[in-house]
């Protein structure tokens, strides 16, 4: 499950990466046709790749979120069914102990 959640993290890098590097070849051609200044292109990089930023950040908090909801979800089941063993394995000393100290009186008589 985790070797999912990060092929899942790492394809959103990519997704990302990719995304850059389509919107700086994008500028680039703005300001090579003179239609955008390398100072705005730089601007709007800057904007994009902070926006960019922002939006993993967020999706990731939002993924870990809820990553550990399962993850408690699941204990939850796990605590009850340990809670049980250990009721059982008191039992279980508590009826060595008894037989032990019945075995203990049987042996000095």
Not at 17 to 39: I, R
Not at 40 to 55: H, I, Q, S, T, Y
Not at 80 to 86: D, F, G, P, Q, T
Not at 91 to 108: I, M, Q, Y
Request: net charge negative; aromatic share 0%.
């Amino acid at each position: 499950m985790i070797d999912a959640i990060k092929k899942v993290m790492l394809a959103g890098v990519g997704a990302a990466a990719v995304s850059a590097e389509k919107a700086e070849k994008a500028l680039d051609d703005l300001v090579a046709k003179g239609k955008l200044s390398a100072t705005d292109a730089k601007e709007a990089a800057k904007k994009l790749a902070d926006d960019g930023k922002k939006e993993l950040d967020e999706a990731s908090k939002n993924l870990e979120e809820r990553f550990d909801s399962v993850l408690k979800k699941l204990g939850r089941g796990q605590a009850e069914r340990i809670e049980k063993l250990e009721t059982q394995i008191a039992l279980l000393e508590a009826k060595v102990l008894e037989l032990e100290a019945k075995n203990a009186v049987e042996v000095s008589d």
